[in-house]
């Protein structure tokens, strides 16, 4: 028999490939966003001493090292700090393919509310995800407001909302608690552009840009700046939220909204260097129809948490 000698580019092809365990990249993802891999132990179900085995395998696999001495605790290498990133996309795609598998039956319907700030940010993402794992399932996604949303549920023509809530909101605060789920608390922000050319020490008043109806960010804010003593008035409205960032983007005026969604060409401001008053957080909250939703509401639901829990955090 005739051997073959490899070629160069099959040699090089052999050893460039490495074989990342996923359940290394999950306990490793664990550690860091946790803070501690005592914690991300009890997240995969591990021991504290299993886990460190498998980040030693994991920088042998990786065939560098991961990780570098700070103070007392560990901090990530440059090589590190890029295996993360990829660490992160490669358990998303392998947790959606397992989600595909076992869920490949579902099917039904889906109706969805969820406010604007969420609706370019949340729905390629998290509902294109969704759609791959789930064909069969029909998502019909609605943008409104709170009250609107609010009705939606009440009147059975949604299965699951989005929207803010907390104690400030008396409607949300009253939904039965086991059919609400709190997300985050993201806070409320002062949002301008660089190009706006008011500042505390001219004298005059703030100009503000808000929804051409009643709204609470607008609420707080108004508060906020009686309470401060700083006047204001107001220079723009929109009926629409893109209408908001466009005013901000020319420097029109501050809006407020949560730093959730923002188009690149606004910035939250640093309130104490603006001169502006700290605004308080709100409750960011997940509402369903009943207290037993279908399996696709469910999978979801899960998806929705997931992603705005990361980028809040």
């Not at 997240?43 to 007392?72: I, N, W, Y």
């Not at 501050?254 to 959730?260: E, F, K, M, S």
């Not at 923002?262 to 369903?288: F, N, T």
Request: charged content about 20%.
């Amino acid at each position: 028999m005739r051997h073959h000698p490899k070629k160069p580019d099959d040699c090089f092809y052999a050893m460039s490939l490495l074989n990342f365990d996923i359940a290394f990249l999950r306990s490793y993802v664990a550690g860091i966003e946790l803070g501690s891999f005592a914690r991300a132990a009890d997240k995969v179900g591990r021991s504290t001493s299993a886990v460190s085995a498998q980040l030693k395998k994991l920088e042998e696999q990786a065939g560098m090292p991961l990780f570098r001495k700070d103070g007392r605790g560990l901090a990530l290498t440059p090589a590190g700090d890029v295996l993360l990133g990829y660490a992160r996309r490669l358990l998303e795609l392998n947790d959606e393919a397992a989600v595909a598998l076992r869920g490949a039956e579902l099917e039904g319907w889906i109706r969805l509310g969820l406010q604007e700030d969420f609706g370019e940010a949340l729905l390629p993402d998290v509902l294109g995800r969704f759609a791959r794992a789930h064909p069969k399932v029909r998502i019909e996604a609605h943008v409104a407001r709170n009250t609107a949303l609010m009705e939606g549920l009440a009147m059975g023509q949604l299965d699951l909302a989005l929207l803010w809530g907390g104690a400030c909101i008396a409607d949300v605060a009253e939904y039965p608690q086991q059919q609400r789920q709190h997300i985050a608390e993201p806070a409320m922000r002062w949002i301008a552009s660089s190009s706006l050319a008011w500042r505390p020490e001219s004298g005059e008043p703030l100009p503000l840009i808000a929804f051409d109806r009643e709204c609470l960010f607008q609420r707080c804010a108004t508060q906020a700046l009686d309470h401060a003593g700083i006047a204001w008035r107001t220079a723009f409205t929109s009926p629409s939220l893109a209408g908001l960032w466009a005013a901000a983007a020319a420097g029109l005026g501050v809006t407020v909204r949560t730093g959730l969604g923002l188009p690149s060409s606004v910035r939250a401001l640093d309130h104490v260097a603006a001169g502006l008053p700290a605004l308080p957080p709100l409750s960011l909250e997940l509402l369903r129809v009943s207290s037993v939703s279908r399996p696709p509401v469910e999978r979801l639901a899960s998806l929705i948490i997931e992603s705005l829990q990361q980028d809040s955090a």
